[in-house]
């Protein structure tokens, strides 16, 4: 079966940027594996904040965005804010089923 | 604003069968993928399966023998079968709908315990 893959955790300063990625192990992720981002914060149901590689949920913030990097879905944060902090998890579509990765740990210090 | 509400028994004995329903309200029924997932305690999220509003499912194949995903339209409602549950089927169980390639609306969850 296949495998998504993200960073376990990252750590990043207010005010700074960061990248977390999503892989699979079938090979590069394309557009075709429509790309979904959500963050889920402790005791609280994910919630979506990106699909279709880069297209924003209405209430996504802008500092959000996604897109394909090297081969793998990529989420960036431009100027991290404390309430960021949170689990994220990517979302693969894969031969009409849909996979998710193992989450990273995004932690604000 | 679209809601969903998962509800359900909160304790099923191991080898029977898990049962849950999810509301769905403020929104259309049609037209839409509608998806349950799953998150053991202190663990990641797990696709289980969807049902197209036209009728169509697919399920995760680790799960594909025991699962059955149905809709009851007359009542806006999604509903989740898992048959022969394990310990390893503890988990919270969320419902979300999907357009456009995107899982945007999600349910707050379902927590369900399996025990003797």
């Known amino acids: 079966q296949t495998v998504v893959t993200q960073e376990p955790s990252l750590t990043v300063s207010p005010g700074g940027t960061v990248t977390l990625t999503c892989a699979s192990s079938?090979?590069?992720?394309?557009?075709?594996?429509?790309p979904n981002w959500f963050q889920q914060k402790p005791g609280q149901a994910p919630r979506a904040l990106i699909y279709s590689t880069s297209s924003k949920q209405s209430w996504t913030p802008a500092r959000f965005s996604g897109s394909l990097l090297g081969g793998k879905a990529a989420l960036t944060l431009s100027g991290v804010q404390p309430e960021d902090e949170a689990v994220y998890y990517c979302l693969l579509y894969h031969g009409g089923g849909r996979v998710f990765g193992g989450g990273t740990r995004l932690t604000v210090l | 604003q679209v809601q969903l509400q998962e509800s359900g028994p909160g304790l099923v004995k191991p080898s029977e069968t898990l049962s849950l329903t999810c509301n769905v309200s403020?929104?259309?029924?049609?037209?839409?993928?509608w998806n349950w997932i799953r998150q053991p305690p202190g663990k990641g999220l797990e696709w289980i399966g969807y049902m197209y509003y036209g009728g169509s499912a697919n399920y995760n194949p680790s799960l594909k023998s025991r699962v059955t995903i149905s809709v009851d339209t007359s009542k806006n409602q999604l509903l989740l079968t898992l048959t022969s549950v394990t310990a390893a089927d503890t988990a919270v169980y969320y419902c979300?709908?999907?357009?456009?390639?995107?899982?945007?609306?999600w349910g707050p969850g379902a927590l369900v315990t399996v025990s003797s």
């Open positions: 979300a709908r999907e357009r456009s390639a995107g899982m945007d609306y």
């Open positions: 403020g929104g259309s029924f049609t037209n839409y993928y």
């Open positions: 079938t090979g590069a992720v394309t557009s075709g594996y429509y």
